[in-house]
């Protein structure tokens, strides 16, 4: 069995691993979101709303122009991708939410 070997002799390369995206089946977050339930974690600092604390928004956070960072049913940091016409954001753990789905206008 041959191996690829790097600069360095003797070191053989390692092949890198394909991984498939994973697939969340969860649609917990977009139906709490659509539903109006109250969050448990602040979407935009991942600070448990419990504690009382007023969080401080920038400008255009408050404007709603900011997609939300955090998973506010469990805090956790979201994967957030924003487009042209919108943002998605993917929860590890609560699915997928769309900017789609909170915009009244469509």
Known sequence: ????TTARE???KK???R????KIASTDLADAIIAG?????DPFTGTELSTGETPHYSPSMRAGLEAPRF??????????QVRPDGWTAVCSRHGELDSVLLDPHR
Do not use: N
Request: aromatic letters at 4%; proline letters at 14%.
């Open 1 to 4: 069995m041959s191996e690829v």
């Open 10 to 12: 003797g070191v053989p």
């Open 71 to 80: 998973c506010q049913l469990c805090g956790r940091r979201m994967v957030v």
């Open 37 to 41: 339930d109250a969050p448990l974690y």
């Open 15 to 17: 092949k890198p691993v």
């Open 19 to 22: 991984r498939r995206p994973r």
